[in-house]
C-alpha cells in the first residue's frame, strides 16, 4: 500500500513539474477573458468595468517564473515526500 502511495506521489510530483508552461498560458487566456470583459462591460456596468480591469492587471503582474519556481518547489516537496514514503515502505 505505501509502495502505491510513493508511486502517486513521484507521478503527481513530475505532473506538477512539468505544468508550468499549461498554467501560465491558463493564466493568460484568463487576462484575455477579463480584459475582454472588462471591455463589454465599460457601457454598462462602470464598477463592474473597474472591478474586471483590476483583476487584468493583478494577472498582468504575475510574472512567468513566479509560476515557474511556485511548480517547480511544489514538485519537487512532492517527489520529496514520495521518496519518504518509499523509505519507510521498506
Known sequence: MSFTIAML???FGLLVVAS????F???EVKKSDT???SRASKN???GESILFFIETKALDSI??????LFCVLTGLFLI???VIALVFSY
Open 9 to 11: 506521489l513521484f507521478a
Open 20 to 23: 508550468p508552461r499549461i498554467l
Open 25 to 27: 498560458h491558463k493564466l
Open 35 to 37: 480584459a475582454n470583459h
Open 44 to 46: 454598462s456596468d462602470r
Open 63 to 68: 510574472p512567468w517564473w513566479v509560476v515557474t
Open 80 to 82: 520529496a515526500l514520495g
